[in-house]
């Protein structure tokens, strides 16, 4: 499994940006798929999770209502569309993916066996 992820990049507070995730290497379409981010001097943090068909979504509290998880199975991508977006959302954000046979979505990084190199979003005030 390969994750490409891409979209980062640097905005001034309450832009918006859209984190792409390309996969590779298996079926995209079985996996639950996520979103972390990590702040400079911090720990990696959940962002967002969907489920492999797209019905279900968790979004961490701090981004609720500003970003929007999605995915296109057909493409093999998922996304993070982010908007009105804070100074405290600058990190490097990473796709990660789970491959277990499972019906609940993860929030938690180590449940994810496959992740992406990380895109950098950087929000100036």
């Known amino acids: 499994v390969q994750l490409q992820a891409s979209g980062g990049g640097s905005v001034q507070a309450g832009g918006s940006l859209r984190l792409s995730c390309a996969a590779s290497g298996r079926t995209f379409s079985n996996w639950d798929m996520a979103w972390f981010r990590q702040a400079p001097g911090k720990d990696r943090e959940f962002v967002a999770a969907?489920?492999?068909?797209?019905?279900?979504?968790y979004y961490a509290d701090s981004v609720k209502g500003r970003f929007t998880i999605s995915r296109d199975n057909a493409e093999s991508t998922q996304y993070l569309e982010m908007n009105r977006l804070k100074p405290e959302d600058t990190a490097v954000y990473y796709c990660?993916?789970?491959?277990?046979?499972?019906?609940?979505?993860?929030?938690?990084?180590?449940?994810?066996?496959?992740w992406g190199q990380g895109t950098l979003v950087t929000v100036s005030s």
């Open positions: 990660a993916a789970d491959s277990r046979d499972t019906t609940v979505v993860a929030t938690t990084s180590g449940k994810y066996d496959s």
């Open positions: 969907i489920n492999w068909s797209g019905t279900v979504t």
